[in-house]
């Protein structure tokens, strides 16, 4: 079955960098698309950002707060998407999910904190 487990989360001063990893399981990773949602404390759960399926050139969305700083990747050797923060900022602190758009699933998540 359809498993994601979220890693590479943590404590962070503000400015620094983060990249969190997706791996993915139970699926054809590189024929689905990825995206990345973020939870932030009393607030709505929203989409950060995504990736088409495929490799090389794969098209990428990301949400206005995080152009320019987050870059989202994958690796369908690995069956592994990522999520590499920078310039990180408090309002970024939340709880990070990736998720496969066709499914109804959600993982455990990776908390991040950017805090001094």
């Known amino acids: 079955q359809v498993r994601l487990v979220e890693s590479g989360g943590g404590l962070v001063q503000p400015g620094g960098s983060l990249r969190l990893s997706c791996a993915a399981s139970?699926?054809?990773?590189?024929?689905?698309?990825m995206n990345w949602y973020r939870q932030a404390p009393g607030r709505e759960r929203e989409l950060v950002a995504g990736?088409?399926?495929?490799?090389?050139?794969?098209?990428?969305y990301y949400e206005d707060s995080v152009k320019g700083r987050f870059t989202i990747s994958r690796d369908n050797a690995k069956n592994t998407a990522y999520l590499q923060m920078n310039s990180l900022e408090p309002d970024d602190t939340g709880v990070y999910h990736c998720?496969?758009?066709?499914?109804?699933?959600w993982g455990q998540g990776t908390h991040v904190t950017v805090s001094s």
């Open positions: 139970g699926f054809t990773f590189s024929i689905y698309a």
């Open positions: 998720k496969v758009p066709n499914f109804d699933y």
């Open positions: 990736i088409s399926s495929g490799g090389t050139g794969s098209s990428t």
